[in-house]
């Protein structure tokens, strides 16, 4: 998804009322699936829209924003690793690091 459909996605979703998660790579260091700037949008019910890399690294991020949307309502900082030895994770090694902001997408 381009950014424009992300955010018309956000308008979307906060028209409607439902709960989301919006994940921002913020940083990104060695080799990486997605760049800065990269958006997904989580859904309270585990919908997502767009993409911050895939694989285990986007599940940990998907898990993030269930516990901000769920739990502490509280935005957060994720590190997501790809540096394991291969095989480890089933093979999504790329041998970088992203952080990836996750904040909750209000009503407003």
Do not use: H, N
């Not at 409607?16 to 859904?43: F, Q, Y």
């Not at 690793?81 to 999504?92: H, M, P, Q, Y």
């Amino acid at each position: 998804m381009t950014d424009r459909e992300i955010f018309e996605k956000v308008v979307e979703l906060r028209s409607a009322g439902v709960a989301a998660c919006l994940a921002t790579v913020v940083g990104a260091g060695g080799s990486t699936p997605r760049e800065v700037g990269a958006k997904m949008i989580v859904c309270a019910d585990g919908t997502t829209y767009g993409s911050v890399g895939g694989g285990c690294g986007e599940s940990q991020v998907k898990s993030a924003a269930l516990r901000v949307l769920l739990v502490t309502g509280r935005p957060e900082l994720v590190e997501v690793d790809l540096t394991d030895d291969l095989g480890t994770r089933g093979g999504d090694v790329c041998g970088g690091r992203m952080w990836i902001f996750v904040e909750p997408v209000r009503r407003g």
